[in-house]
């Protein structure tokens, strides 16, 4: 987990958009999921991390 708590809403903001918006979403606006990319790694978060975060949100949806 990012200690700074910006970069951890970016990171958590990102993985949840990328998720919401993959697959068919993505195709007809791309736009959301890579602004919250954008917005993450301007906070400091790094691919990795983003990918982290999006496996922990799947594992606990119901």
Known sequence: MAHDPQ??????????ELLAHGGPDCRTDPHVPLEAMKRAQEAGATADEIATEMRRQRATQP
């Open 7 to 16: 970069k951890q809403a970016a990171i958590e903001e990102a993985a949840r």
